[in-house]
């Protein structure tokens, strides 16, 4: 049986006496689109934030690929970064540089790939989220969408076996959203790319998870785990089931608003 | 990976990632780069493993044989990419242009500095009329941290500088048994010209900077444009309650300055052997009340100009995290220049008009 790609163990997150997350644990399988789901407030972003190494759990540990980013040496934990990629909720490209310098940055740190090259590999990522005309620009200078397509292709410049997506469909229309979907689900089928997602926007949970984790900011874990579908109508908790259904979750069962 | 110079025929291996694509990269669009490319070993390939198929592909025109269906596939979505175009080359402008070009940008700064000036003073002229208007609480402060916070730094600048001017020119003056006269030298230097700039120049440095900062960052999170669809006018809200700060804050801070400038001065000559009742006569014989008011006075204009600029510069910051660095630097180096020149064209004023 192929390992997992992330392993968390019995994560405990906190800041300071706040506790946000405890005894946590669930795997992410190589090649899945894996979604974390939750009401504002749960814990989604810390989670990912430990997920990726920005903050180091009170207790438990998390793996990526077998190795542990905050026990890890310097040297392990350089590896270790090359294999994730993260687009963050605001995109954070770099505002000083065009969207090519952006994805060549990190080529330039880690590779020594000649400069020609690096900007051809740019290119090629950019031309994946369909942003190869607008290479030259600068962040400011393309839209909110578009930010966020240029965000995934600087993820992608070392060719990451794990993307992280915060929120990406936070402040996008529809039309935008569903094009940012096909993006996911073609870069996961096409390049084998396991995709972690902080989400809750239904319509695209539905599009492209296959598997999701709901947490819960009352009971600080994981209150469901499985295909959205499935949960949407046998999950016993309705807590979850209201969330899946965009209800209060007093609302009175069986009838539809 | 082999290439045959011979036959032209370039052998991939197993695996095509970034390493060893940067070492063969002189093969693609050199002049002896391959016609044919035996594909049939390669199973795996990163992004620069594919850039350098491509380039093979396209530009070098090279035969890709044996390709697995897999990496054609991950190929296909680059079909349509256009080649490189050419590093941007920077253009050789002449001379001419070059000036041209810094012309209109100082025309362009300057018709911004006259805007501002004159939307400044209409707001400033309204908060007059209507006292009510201005936000009493964030001029305070904004004073106490352009002022109060500020009586470390200013305090030891002018100090040290006295202390270094009564040094330096004591032993000059002593050669000539005048020795008395460096309070007169450190007084009127002080009074007149050194303390108003240093405070000046430390108010740039310390508020000036951080008001371009504050403003800048406002104007890059779109804050400033949420206060103007609030209706709230961003020189009312923002500008005026510092530039009041200024106002009020340099003159207090100048005069505290000079005291202290004058003392440092004072304390050398003690330790050279002056009673402080010589000095204190031989400093009220030498200074009169129109070298005090003349400091005063253009510390007034200098904490307007410090504070005005500051502002400005906050405003006209750009897009993005480098623009806030970049309207910082403009409103402490401006700050600067303004105020050396304005002292250049009091002192100007004060010798015609004989103060």
């Known amino acids: 049986m192929v390992s997992p790609i992330i392993e968390v163990r019995n994560l405990t997150a906190a800041y300071g006496d706040a506790v946000i ?29 430990h997920l990726i190494g920005l903050l180091s759990p009170a207790r438990g540990k998390v793996l990526i690929d077998g190795g542990d980013i905050h026990t890890a040496t310097r ?13 963050y909720q605001g995109g954070a490209l770099f505002g000083s540089m065009t969207l090519e310098e952006n994805v060549t940055l990190a080529m330039e740190e880690f590779t020594r790939l000649p400069p020609a090259a690096r900007r051809l590999v740019a290119r090629m990522k950019l031309a994946l989220v369909g942003l190869e005309r607008f290479s030259e620009h ?34 996008l229309d529809p039309v935008t959203s569903a094009g940012l979907d096909e993006l996911i689900l073609s870069l996961n089928k096409n390049l084998g790319v396991t995709f972690v997602i902080v989400s809750h926007e239904l319509a695209s949970i539905y599009a492209v998870a296959d598997r999701v984790i709901m947490l819960d900011g009352k009971t600080k874990g994981i209150i469901a785990e499985g295909v959205p579908a499935d949960l949407r109508d046998n999950c016993p908790d309705p807590f979850v089931r209201a969330f899946f259904y965009r209800r209060a979750p007093d609302a009175p069962s069986g009838g539809m608003p | 990976m082999e290439f045959n110079r011979k036959t032209g025929c370039l052998t991939l291996d197993e695996t095509l990632e970034a390493a060893e694509v940067s070492r063969r990269w002189s093969l693609v669009g050199g002049g002896k780069s391959p016609r044919e490319v035996n594909a049939a070993a390669l199973r795996t390939c990163d992004g620069a493993g594919l850039a350098f198929l491509w380039s093979l592909r396209g530009p070098a025109g090279a035969r890709l044989d044996g390709l697995r269906p ?59 009329a209507k006292p009510r208007l201005v936000r009493w609480t964030d001029m305070w402060l904004v004073a106490q941290r352009a002022g109060v916070d500020a009586l470390v730094v200013a305090g030891m600048v002018s100090f040290l500088t006295g202390m270094i001017m009564a040094f330096q020119s004591a032993i000059p003056l002593r ?40 403003i800048g960052t406002m104007k890059v999170n779109q804050e400033i444009d949420a206060l103007v669809t609030m ?67 253009k510390s007034l204009v200098f904490g307007v100009l410090v504070a005005g600029v500051g502002c400005l510069r906050g405003l006209q910051t750009g897009a993005g995290a480098s623009a806030v660095g970049v309207s910082t630097t403009r409103a402490v180096v401006s700050s600067i220049f303004l105020i050396v020149t304005v002292d250049a064209v009091f002192a100007a004023i004060f010798y015609a008009i004989q103060w």
């Not at chain 1, 040297?75 to 687009?87: H, P, S, Y």
């Not at chain 2, 402008?93 to 004159?118: K, M, N, P």
Request: aromatic share 8%; with cysteine; net charge negative.
């Open chain 2, 231 to 297: 209706g709230i006018d961003p020189m009312r809200f923002l500008v005026v309650p510092r530039v009041l700060a200024g106002f009020l804050v340099t003159p207090v801070l100048t005069i505290y300055s000079n005291a202290l400038g004058v003392g440092g001065g004072f304390l050398v000559m003690m330790g050279l052997g002056f009673p402080f009742m010589a000095l204190w006569n031989q400093l009220v014989s030498a200074v009169a009340m129109s070298d005090v008011m003349t400091g005063i006075i």
């Open chain 1, 75 to 87: 040297a392990e934990r350089e590896v270790l970064l090359k294999k994730f990629g993260v687009m």
């Open chain 2, 175 to 214: 050669q000539f048994g005048v020795d008395i006269f460096v309070v007169n030298l450190v007084a009127l230097a002080l009074l007149r010209e050194l303390g108003p700039i240093m405070t000046a120049v430390v108010l740039a440095g310390r508020s000036g900077s951080a008001f371009a900062a504050e």
């Open chain 1, 21 to 49: 997350l405890e005894n946590v644990s669930f795997d992410v399988r190589r090649g899945e689109v894996f979604v974390i789901l939750g009401g504002s407030g749960c814990g989604k972003s810390t989670l990912m934030k």
């Open chain 1, 138 to 171: 600068f962040p400011s200078e393309v839209s909110g969408g578009m930010q966020k397509r240029a965000a995934i292709a600087r993820a992608m410049a070392l060719d990451p076996a794990v993307l992280f997506l915060d929120e990406p469909s936070a402040g």
């Open chain 2, 70 to 128: 897999e990496i054609a596939a991950l190929l296909r979505p680059f079909d349509s990419l256009p080649e490189c175009p050419a590093e941007p080359v920077e253009h050789d402008r002449s001379l001419l242009v070059h000036i041209g070009h810094a012309t209109v940008q100082i025309l362009a700064d300057t018709r911004a500095q006259i805007e501002f000036i004159g939307e400044f003073t209409s707001t400033a002229l309204a908060c007059c």
